[in-house]
């Protein structure tokens, strides 16, 4: 038995650490460290309700809208207010964008370069996959990086710059949009449609979205064209079906809301595959393992009190906990949750979610919503306020939950005498990178690289990069 540290990984946002226990290449035990203190929680405390509009985005400049989104969700939820319709549809169209942007951002940036890592040099994709996807040099990023900046170009129309916007509000966002800029917008989309069906995919957008069936997606991938197939062929070469299995049981917050519904609903997946409604009141963070003083199990009532000296702790991170489980969040669990009969069924058959899957959710999911953008943006009512107004109550506390492309993100916040008094985060990756629960029972990322085989590659293999990177690490928004 040998214990090695590996760390910190490139390419991902953050400082993150993972502790191996291997026996003949075999890792038999992970410890997954979150290596920064950041203490945005704290900072939030003590402050006017509406600073979280200012301090929270600043958490991350990846997920910034959606670290927006949730503040102002949590203080209109504090105020029983609600937001004007243009605004739920102006908030959703930022969100995706920068979704869809971190989606393929990862795809491009972080994931796909470790398969023109040198271990794989006698694999017959090696050569095509180094010319495509090594980092730096790699064709795909060059195509990808300029539409990305073109995608973004949607926040400087409705939330002025991105990140940090200060444009999401509690009662939509402040600024309306005219006729000019909705065509400004639909010639955007339109563009990056066009991307995606040449590059990504090499089909049109409605040929991913029809895909229902694991056989379908097998079909699709044995046609020419397009960087989503040669993902697909090589993830079945290297069995990534089988790599990095997930806990079993998957969270969605639901996500793009309007006045009334949302596009992806809230809701929890089991083992088995049944779907329940999610109730919040069964969240909790246990610190057994984590650099914190205990305070309240939930987020509602729990305080973020570091203790740097802690004898049995080795993350910086709290470890969250659905009715005392652990539970995956991100994409494929949003489409599981949601119904999606092709993500579900690739659940079904490889006994969990694993690489292969995470990734395929990922990008089904940038499809959907490029058509999602499109609909939302006729659906807008320019004579229409963006914005309603309402004010907030001296003492009160609300909830914020919505989804980051990593998955579910939620702030608790309590108000009293005009101030902030509880300001609590859980983010994505804090979910799927807990350290262990008092009762030892690992987080979703530790438990899916027991039993990796890492070739004799140790913490050089190239398989635990891609468990992780599958999970998408962004150790700055283990927000605590």
């Known amino acids: 038995m040998s214990r090695v540290v590996a760390g910190p990984f490139n390419r991902i946002e953050g400082d993150l650490e993972v502790a191996l226990d291997i026996k003949d290449g075999v890792i038999e035990k ?21 600073d979280a509009l200012v301090i929270a985005p600043r958490i991350c400049g990846i997920c910034s809208v959606s670290q927006s989104v949730a503040a102002a969700t949590a203080l209109r939820n504090l105020a029983g207010g609600r937001a004007a319709a243009n605004g739920y549809l102006a908030t959703n169209l930022a969100h995706a964008a920068e979704n869809i942007a971190d989606h393929l951002t990862h795809f491009y940036l972080f994931f796909m370069p470790d398969f023109a890592r040198d271990e794989y040099a006698a694999r017959g994709w090696f050569g095509p996959a180094v010319e495509r996807f090594k980092a730096v040099s790699g064709g795909g990023s060059a195509q990808f990086l300029p539409m990305r900046k073109r995608l973004l170009e949607v926040m400087g129309v409705i939330a002025g710059k991105w990140p940090h916007s200060l444009a ?138 570091p203790v740097a000296e802690k004898e049995g702790a080795y993350s910086w991170a709290k470890a969250p906990r659905l009715d005392g489980f652990p539970v995956e969040t991100g994409a494929a669990a949003r489409l599981a949750v949601a119904g999606h009969p092709l993500v579900q069924a690739l659940i079904a058959r490889d006994g969990g979610t694993s690489v292969r899957t995470r990734v395929v959710a990922r990008l089904i999911e940038t499809a959907l919503l490029v058509y999602s953008m499109q609909g939302w943006l006729r659906q807008l009512r320019l004579k229409d306020e963006f914005c309603s107004h309402f004010a907030l109550p001296e003492e009160a506390s609300g909830v914020g939950l919505v989804e980051a492309a990593r998955g579910a993100l939620g702030h608790w916040m309590a108000v009293r005498s005009d101030r902030i008094e509880r300001y609590q985060i859980i983010a994505p990756t804090t979910w799927n990178f807990s350290p262990r629960d008092a009762a030892g029972v690992p987080g979703p990322l530790e438990g899916a690289l027991a039993g990796l085989d890492t070739g004799g590659f140790g913490a050089k293999s190239a398989a635990l990069q891609h468990v992780i990177r599958s999970f998408d690490p962004c150790m700055v928004c283990t927000a605590h």
């Not at 950041?38 to 509406?50: I, T, V, Y």
């Not at 339109?190 to 995606?196: A, D, I, N, P, R």
């Not at 079906?241 to 609903?265: D, I, M, N, Q, V």
């Open 30 to 50: 992970a410890e997954v460290t979150t290596t920064l203190y950041r203490g945005f929680e704290q900072m939030l405390s003590g402050r006017p309700g509406l």
């Open 168 to 305: 999401i509000q509690p009662g939509g966002t402040t600024r309306a949009i005219d006729v000019g800029e909705r065509v400004q917008l639909a010639t955007l989309l339109g563009e990056f449609e066009v991307f995606l069906a040449q590059t990504l995919y090499g089909a049109p957008l409605e040929q991913i979205l029809a895909m229902e069936t694991p056989e379908e997606l097998d079909a699709y991938a044995q046609e020419p064209g397009g960087d989503f197939r040669f993902f697909l062929r090589l993830a079945d070469d290297l069995m990534l079906s089988r790599l990095g299995k997930g806990p079993g049981k998957l969270l969605s917050y639901g996500a793009y809301h309007t006045a009334e519904s949302s596009l992806l609903p809230a809701g929890v997946m089991r083992a088995d595959g049944t779907v329940s409604p999610l109730d919040i009141e069964g969240i909790s963070e246990d610190v057994a393992h984590s650099w914190f003083v205990r305070t309240g199990d939930r987020p509602w009532d729990a305080e973020t009190i």
